[in-house]
């Protein structure tokens, strides 16, 4: 489906795992209404389903919409037609990573690294994956961070190295398999 | 003793430390031994499913993989690894396409996966295998009306797997009050921390912490009894000092992590319930309860 020219973004998100819902939304606004951090959302849960339907591509990737949620699953949890919002509003995001969007959040960054940080070391490394993060966005706002990094550290709580895991390399297998191509 | 394979996820490594070492504190005690799963790797949490959600379901397959061949249920502490676990879970069934696809990535390492895999919270474990009243009667240092606000937080009761109500969950008040201690009203019990949006976000992130410490204060808690999630008990806990700062805030509210709770009530060394890795330091709050000499095990708690 996914080379087909005729494939409408509809079509895009729905073929997504835990998507295929989508089309059954009834538009009634309980995940906007539910979701935690909807105020921030340039276009709310709601209507983030309404424009992946009318194929509003663009305007809803390059807009902040989707990078607030908190995965709190109370849009989930109280959807009346079942269509998981949470889980579109994560496939959305991949969509928007995938195809070079720049929406106005630092979340994208963050999802990278933190994502990288499992690729390289099987585990989150919480440490590496924090000094990373700050690094490529806003090195002066890891100044801010700094009591919270020596709380930490003074509670034990931030180990500065990472653990072996030998785990990883199957990681990479796994993920080499699952690329597009589909395991080839 | 009942056995369990264990997954105790990537913060349980670091931010997450006081709530781990105060699970392997008291499993024993409680006739609970968690064995923990074997060079095991990260479930991928909400930002690699915003990545690449078939991958993501792909290495967290690999995890059900390994729980399968122990023929154990699979136990996490950590509500987003639970989350994420229950889902792939539960897609690997529906989704045949997806579950093909991954069923070659897992045999390229040797592994394979039937779904036969129970996948639960140690929440639900605790509150089911040795419930309240089991827990009460091994509690020798009661909290006798110590005003606690007990949080939940989100995933571990949403999206809803049938374990408590996915909006106002009851099952760690119950398991507070076996212990002595007396909940209060906690209306935002369930609702977000922020989670990892305190990194990218902070301003969105710290206004939902300091929402939930309000909403404790005002309701009379002397502390906050988080369920083990380490993420739930960091944000409440380390971030507590930004919240007052961003504020104008003097917050000093202890977090205790159910499990650090119940190490103290069993009566057991002060090092099992790894008090000294709180940033909020609950030593003051608890000392009445501490120097206390314990009583024979199995009185009546309630306050």
């Known amino acids: 489906m996914g080379d087909n020219a005729q494939t409408t973004f509809l079509d895009e998100v729905a073929a997504l795992p835990a998507c295929g819902k989508i089309s059954e939304c009834i538009q009634c606004g309980v995940c906007s209404g539910s979701c935690t ?12 389903i309404a424009m992946v339907r009318s194929g509003l591509k663009d305007e809803l990737l390059k807009s902040n919409s989707i990078w607030f949620c908190v995965s709190c699953y109370l849009c989930t949890a109280r959807c009346p037609r079942d269509i998981k919002p949470a889980s579109i509003v994560h ?42 993060y700050y690094l490529q966005t806003n090195p002066l706002a890891a100044l801010k961070m700094l009591p919270t990094a020596l709380n930490l550290l003074a509670h034990k709580r931030m180990p500065l190295t990472p653990k072996k895991v030998k785990g990883k390399a199957d990681l990479r297998i796994i993920i080499n398999k699952l690329s597009a191509g589909g395991g080839k | 003793m009942r056995y369990y394979a264990y997954y105790p996820g990537c913060s349980m490594e670091a931010t997450g430390l006081p709530v781990e070492k105060s699970i392997k504190a008291i499993a024993k005690p409680l006739d609970l031994e ?8 990260c479930c991928g949490s909400s930002p690699f499913a915003g990545v690449d959600k078939a991958k993501a379901i792909g290495i967290t397959a ?23 676990l229950q889902e792939a879970n539960d897609l690997l069934k529906e989704d045949h396409k997806l579950a093909e696809r991954v069923r070659e990535a897992l045999s390229a390492i040797g592994l394979s996966y039937n779904g036969t895999v129970k996948v639960r919270h140690i929440a639900e474990v ?5 419930s309240p009243a089991g827990l009460a009667a ?7 009306g110590l005003k606690v606000a007990c949080y939940t937080g989100c995933q571990q009761v949403r ?4 374990f408590d109500d996915s909006e106002y969950p009851d099952w760690l008040d119950q398991m507070a009050k076996s212990l002595g201690a007396k909940p209060v009203n906690f209306p935002l019990k369930a609702r977000c921390c922020g989670s990892s949006l305190v990194i990218s976000e902070s301003d969105v992130a710290l206004d939902l912490i300091h929402r939930l410490l309000e909403n404790a204060q005002e309701n009379g808690a002397q502390c906050m009894v988080s369920t083990t999630c380490p993420l739930c008990f960091t944000a409440l806990d380390v971030y507590q000092a930004t919240v007052n700062s961003k504020f104008k805030k003097k917050f000093d509210l202890p977090v205790l992590a159910i499990t650090q709770m119940i190490a103290i009530a069993l009566g057991l060394d002060i090092k099992a319930s790894a008090l000294d890795g ?14 206390a000499k314990p009583q024979a095990a199995g009185v009546e708690t309630s306050a």
């Open chain 1, 37 to 48: 951090t909807a105020t921030h959302w340039e276009y709310p849960p709601r209507k983030v």
């Open chain 1, 91 to 132: 496939g959305l995001e991949s969509i928007a990573l995938k195809e070079g969007y720049k929406p106005p959040t630092k979340t994208t960054t963050m999802y990278k690294t933190f994502s990288e940080s499992i690729v390289n070391n099987g585990r989150i490394y919480e440490f590496g994956f924090m000094f990373k």
């Open chain 2, 34 to 41: 968690f064995i923990e799963l074997e060079d095991w790797t």
């Open chain 2, 62 to 84: 690999r995890t059900l993989a390994q729980a399968e061949k122990t023929g154990l249920d699979l136990v996490t502490p950590c509500s987003s690894c639970y989350t994420i």
């Open chain 2, 126 to 130: 605790l509150f089911n295998d040795v």
């Open chain 2, 138 to 144: 091994k509690v020798v240092r009661p909290l006798t």
């Open chain 2, 159 to 162: 999206p809803s797997y049938g």
């Open chain 2, 278 to 291: 709180n940033v909020v330091s609950p030593q003051k709050l608890l000392k009445p309860y501490l120097s």
